[in-house]
């Protein structure tokens, strides 16, 4: 628990923007992994495998609620923006917060899997249940999306990645 806690709570806090929620979730997903131990198999990865349980645990509440109210994407852009001494970074971080936030939760999912957490595609594929090529596609589709979002931060039309 003390490896992969607050990763795992962090997680389930950006997937359902509820703080209580996210603190329910983190919690039994460790209930399930003590419970299901059993089924954990030895040479993979046992990130992945707890990522599997917190993943499917997040399906289930996304299915049974209509929205998560506690944890707005502003909320998120002000707690970020705090953070942040500079005005402009500020606004960077408000922007990119909100503009994650509006990704399909597909997306949202494997981008932050893989850049917060560090994921493998594989260890996605398999905390997510998609094969590795569709992980690499919807990952592809977030940065898109995002770099659309994001274009006026750098100047450059999307698609321009200012490399010659």
Known sequence: MRRYGRSLHAHALRMSRDAHAAEDLAQEAWVRAFRFLGGYRP???????LFTILTNLLRDHARRAARAPALEPEAVAAAA????????????AAATERAIAELPAEQREVLLLRTVEGLSHDEIAQ???????????RLFRARE????????WTGQPAGEGGAS
């Open 43 to 49: 040479g993979t990865s046992f990130r992945a495998w």
């Open 81 to 92: 923006a705090r953070a942040l001494p500079d005005a402009s970074a500020r606004e960077l």
């Open 127 to 137: 905390a997510t249940g998609a094969n590795a090529a569709t992980v690499r596609w």
């Open 145 to 152: 999306r995002l770099a659309q979002r994001l274009e006026g």
